[in-house]
């Protein structure tokens, strides 16, 4: 079966209420589901729920945070085109922000035909589904990753967009949190050997980044890499995601038959692998324990 594509999300980020209600009226039917916020913090809050599609941002927001803005949306959500407005902005200041990262420059007021023209040229930028390449039957992405991870967000919005752009949005939620949960693991569990409970005490004393500078300070653990693998057949309606680290395996049966009150009495021990689980009922790991797959119906 193939699905319909969702609506385009659009992302707009303008303190201005009556920026935020003209742009909405004006995408009205035209495939967009907008989402607004009026600053730079409610924005990266946003981005930590959904994965917005493209985005439009006030260059002028609060603290200079409208360029610095564009820097972080590209480097967490690099699929994601960035238009940047302002009104009467000086060129310097457009070229920058080109430079920073965004695709187009959208004048203040907005006019309704030039934003169709600026999302028309942003949509050129979205990536195409695979199957929707006539006459496809599979595809089979294979993606290798450094271990770090400070790369795991942009990882993931990557993975999203490339592989699950035709699913519902509440599904690649769930997509989006099991593969948060699988790559952290296989990253700092795996491949930087990173005990559960050392991660805790790092996070709860506040140097959880000095613990992953010292473990990637080890040529032997910096080496290591993270392998995912996304397969999809046309006549199996369902993808499958496999992610493979080069660390020593964890005993994941344990894991996998604990019971909800020893994994409560335990802290967050193997919680997450649990709510994975609870999603995805078709999760399995290799002997060794270090390749994790998932299988996501699309039906």
């Known amino acids: 079966m193939n699905l319909p594509l969702p609506a385009d999300h659009l992302l707009v980020i303008d303190p201005c ?15 967009f589901s907008v989402m607004s916020v009026p600053d730079a913090v409610a924005a990266m809050a946003k981005l930590e729920e959904v994965v917005p ?14 360029l610095a803005l564009v820097k972080e949306l590209k480097a967490r959500h ?23 990262g ?3 420059y959208l004048h203040k ?23 929707d390449v006539p006459g496809a039957r599979q595809f089979d992405y294979e993606l290798t990753v450094d271990t770090d991870p400070a790369n795991i967000p942009g990882v993931i919005s990557w993975l999203l967009k490339m592989t699950a752009s035709a699913l519902p949005p509440v599904q690649r939620i769930h997509i989006q949190g099991a593969l948060q949960e ?6 700092e569990h795996g491949n930087l050997e990173i005990q559960d409970r050392e991660k805790q005490e790092a996070l709860a004393d506040g140097c959880y980044d000095q613990l992953v500078a010292q473990r990637l300070a080890q040529s032997r653990l ?3 890499r993270v392998m995912i693998r996304v397969f999809h057949e ?12 080069e660390g020593k395996g964890f005993p994941w049966r344990a894991v996998l038959t604990r019971s909800q009150e020893m994994r409560e009495s335990e802290g967050a021990s193997g919680r997450g692998i649990l709510l994975t689980r609870a999603f995805f009922p078709s999760l399995t790991y290799n002997e060794r324990g270090n390749e994790v797959t998932i299988t996501v119906p699309m039906d």
């Open 182 to 187: 699988l790559l952290f693991n296989a990253v």
């Open 109 to 131: 007021p907005i006019a309704e035909e030039e934003l169709s023209s600026v999302l028309q040229r942003a949509r050129d930028f979205l990536p195409c589904h695979p199957l």
């Open 78 to 100: 690099e699929p994601c085109p960035v238009i940047v407005m302002g009104h009467n902005a000086p060129e310097p200041l457009i070229v920058e922000a080109l430079r920073g």
């Open 17 to 31: 209420l009556e920026t935020q209600s003209r742009i909405a009226h004006y995408v009205k039917d035209r495939g």
């Open 222 to 224: 910096r080496a290591r």
């Open 234 to 245: 046309r006549s199996n309606n369902h993808l499958e995601y496999r992610i493979t680290d």
């Open 53 to 66: 599609d493209i985005v439009i941002t006030d260059m002028f927001l609060p603290d200079g945070a409208g």
């Open 102 to 104: 965004a695709i187009d």
